[in-house]
């Protein structure tokens, strides 16, 4: 079972900030917490990782609690084409690289 | 970053026969996993295709319903056997390197497979 967990559904106006919260309360030390989504019908695509520090990439900004029990990815200025299912895995450090995945949150954006 | 294509991207398929989805990476890579997502649902790991060897699978998931290949280091293929209407999903293929964690995934299209 998924480790994490998120909000089934949310909804951001076009041009704004969404803002997408995950619980996840028994991450490990060594565990990083990563962001996908999946746009309807495509595979899911990469968006974020970070392990304790803050991080930012050209999609998104990922803001981890200092207790790295919840982290929220913040999407600047959603646009249409971001409505997806948005996915929080936790990933350990060690070789084995299967991901969990929960149910995730369906992010509508609105014109 | 590695780029996956699955193939076919999607198949109407009998009842009672077999499906194999292709899956090739651009680039050599450590790991490759195959995901089923049924409808409306998350995804699911199927197993871990091994280069070389026999494929790791998730409790669920025998081998002899999802046969699984990896001759090298950039292709996998996965064969849904007797099929049936339960079988249609779509099926993703994935691949990354260990990386400590530090490492993302990639995945394929998906091959949307429906079972009649």
């Known amino acids: 079972d998924a480790k994490t967990t998120q909000p089934t559904s949310m909804d951001c106006a076009e041009g704004r900030a969404a803002n997408l919260p995950c619980n996840h309360s028994?991450?490990?030390?060594?565990?990083?917490v990563y962001w996908y989504r999946q746009i309807h019908s495509q595979g899911p695509q990469y968006i974020i990782h970070?392990?304790?520090?803050?991080e930012t990439n050209e999609m998104a900004s990922l803001i981890i609690t200092e207790d790295r029990k919840s982290s929220t990815l913040i999407l600047p200025h959603a646009t249409l084409r971001d409505t997806a299912v948005y996915y929080c895995?936790?990933?350990?450090?060690?070789?084995?690289?299967?991901?969990?995945w929960g149910l995730g949150t369906s992010l509508a954006v609105n014109p | 970053s590695a780029v996956i294509s699955q193939k076919p991207s999607r198949d109407i398929c009998q009842r009672g026969t077999s499906l194999t989805i292709q899956c090739q990476v651009d680039?050599?890579?450590?790991?490759m996993f195959w995901y089923r997502q049924q409808p409306g649902q998350s995804l699911t790991l199927i197993a871990t295709?091994?280069?070389?060897?026999?494929?790791?699978?998730e409790s669920g998931f025998v081998i002899d319903k999802f046969p699984i290949s990896r001759p090298n280091l950039t292709f996998s293929t996965l064969t849904v056997s007797n099929m049936s209407p339960e079988d249609s999903s779509i099926y993703l293929c994935?691949?990354?390197?260990?990386?400590?964690?530090?490492?993302?995934?990639?995945f394929g299209q998906g091959t949307r497979l429906t079972v009649v």
């Open positions: 970070g392990l304790k520090n803050n």
């Open positions: 028994t991450i490990s030390g060594n565990e990083y």
């Open positions: 895995i936790e990933v350990g450090a060690g070789n084995n690289r299967k991901l969990i």
């Open positions: 680039s050599q890579v450590t790991m």
């Open positions: 994935s691949a990354t390197e260990p990386g400590g964690g530090n490492t993302e995934a990639f």
């Open positions: 295709a091994n280069q070389g060897s026999e494929a790791t699978y």
